[in-house]
């Protein structure tokens, strides 16, 4: 119970680096992807345009007030973004560019297409060195330069109905084939009850083999595949043995 004096008389050279002040958390995001050792995040409802990216091998601090570009279109969106290669993809509803530079200084957006893009932000895929995505009317993959033409019109083939519908797509990639599911009813989600749009006769599986398509690029149609009569909110694939 006595009382101690200290006299810190230390020079601010000897002390080291300054604390750092801007270690932000991350903003509240739908869509993040790890990119040359950096956490990028997007998808914020508040800044729907805006990507956002961590400190260099900080992917939980993000200088929200420095560390962001935004899409140089007025208005458009961020759908979604995708690692790809030596770039990183960033997706609207009608364009898609590519992020070029390595530091907060140095990024740029690149587009690459104008007036393709990404309509559903969990219909893109990245698999064997190209990404796969769900435009408003077809399915197209990039190697992260233009945009390739894969499928039939989804207007005309395969999904006659609201583009909310299509919004709500899934894909993934399992054991090399190209799995895109698609709810056709009247609404964007199955209801609980049952109702006769939203029943299971009313949805889709798409499946593109890779393997068949990179041997028969010109006949798009034989390596597609439909399995139908799926529930809207059940959406799993598991490994295991086939019949």
Excluded at 43 to 70: C, M, Q
Excluded at 190 to 211: E, P, Q
Aim: with cysteine; charged share 15%; hydrophobic share 40%.
């Amino acid at each position: 119970n006595t009382t101690t004096t200290y006299t810190d008389n230390n020079a601010d050279s000897t002390l080291g680096d300054e604390v750092e002040t801007d270690n932000d958390a991350p903003p509240t995001s739908k869509f993040l992807a790890s990119h040359k050792n950096i956490m990028f995040y997007a998808g914020n409802t508040s800044a729907p345009k805006r990507l956002y990216f961590s400190k260099i091998g900080n992917p939980e601090h993000v200088p929200t007030l420095t560390h962001f570009i935004d899409v140089p279109v007025p208005g458009d969106e961020i759908t979604g973004i995708a690692s790809l290669n030596e770039g990183l993809l960033v997706f609207t509803n009608q364009a898609f560019y590519i992020l070029t530079g390595a530091s907060v200084d140095t990024f740029r957006f690149r587009i690459v297409e104008a007036n393709i893009g990404a309509t559903a932000s969990n219909a893109i895929c990245v698999f064997n060195g190209a990404c796969y995505f769900l435009h408003h009317s077809a399915l197209y993959r990039t190697y992260g330069g233009a945009a390739i033409y894969l499928s039939d019109n989804v207007d005309d083939q395969w999904v006659p109905s609201l583009l909310a519908n299509r919004r709500e797509a899934r894909m993934i990639v399992h054991e090399k084939r190209l799995l895109i599911y698609f709810f056709l009813g009247s609404t964007a989600y199955a209801s609980k009850s049952g109702a006769a749009d939203d029943t299971a006769a009313n949805n889709r599986i798409w499946m593109l083999d890779l393997v068949l398509f990179e041997q028969a690029e010109e006949e798009l149609q034989t390596c597609w595949a439909e399995w139908t009569n799926h529930f809207h909110n059940v959406w799993v694939v598991a490994n295991g043995p086939s019949q």
